[in-house]
Structures are given as C-alpha cells and as structure tokens.
C-alpha cells in the first residue's frame, strides 16, 4: 500500500489530508493546486474593480467552504463539490449575463475567470450528483 492510499491514520489530520490530494489524479492535482485555486483567489487584487468585492467573495467563498469538508473526511471527496455549485453559478451567470464594466487586465481577468469556473462546474454537477447518490469515500481510501 502507498502512503498515499493509506487509511486515514488518525493521527494527524494534515498528514491525511495531503495523501488523499497525493492520491488524486495527477491531472486534478495540477488542475487544483495550479489553476483553479491560483485563479479563483486571485480575485482578491480586483477587490478595487466594479464589482470586484462580489466576484471575489463568490469566487473564493467556494474555496473555503470546503475547509470543513477537508477536515470531516480527512481528505478529498467528491462532496467538495457541494459548495462550489451555488456561488460559481451565480459568479457565472453574473459574468455571462450581467458583467461589469472591465478594460485591460480586469477584463482578460474576467474571461479567464469565467472559463475557468465553467470547466470547474462541469466537473462539480456529476461529482455532487455521485456524492449525493453514496459516493462519499475520499481520495484514497
């Protein structure tokens, strides 16, 4: 067995938290760690634009509903979905339907942002979906 397959171990929670992300596809793992989390947060040097304090609360509240999550499963589940599903649709729909006034950086930032969540969501839809039909094991386990 690998570290990273390891039951939780009940020892320390950030140890199996770690091997649960280590347990992910590599893919996910860059996804996550690279580009979701990286361009989500990154909201916050927007904070200043129209509607900057929205869009970066709705992008990173998402993120760090999943704190808890983390730590009740000790690790990865697909029940992180979850808190994505309502802030990153409203934060699209707003984006789509309803977008500020963006020039430059703010405005490439934006489509980014959006293409981004919307590749998220598709993942995030089926996930919530298995998790709320049993699949509630976390990565590694």
Do not use: C
Request: hydrophobic share 55%.
């Amino acid at each position: 067995m690998t570290d990273a397959s390891k039951p939780p171990s009940g020892n320390n929670i950030i140890v199996d938290i770690w091997g649960s992300y280590r347990a992910l596809p590599g893919w996910v793992q860059i996804w996550v760690a690279f580009i979701l989390a990286p361009i989500n947060m990154a909201s916050l040097l927007f904070i200043g634009e129209p509607m900057g304090l929205l869009i970066a609360f709705l992008a990173n509240i998402a993120m760090m509903m999943n704190l808890p999550v983390m730590i009740y499963d000790r690790g990865f589940s697909k029940m992180m979905a979850l808190p994505h599903l309502v802030p990153w649709t409203i934060l699209v729909g707003i984006l789509l339907f309803a977008r500020p006034e963006a020039a430059g950086m703010y405005d490439t930032y934006l489509w980014v942002l959006l293409g981004t969540n919307i590749i998220s969501l598709l993942f995030d839809f089926p996930d919530a979906r298995k998790w709320l039909s049993g699949d509630r094991a976390a990565a590694g386990r």
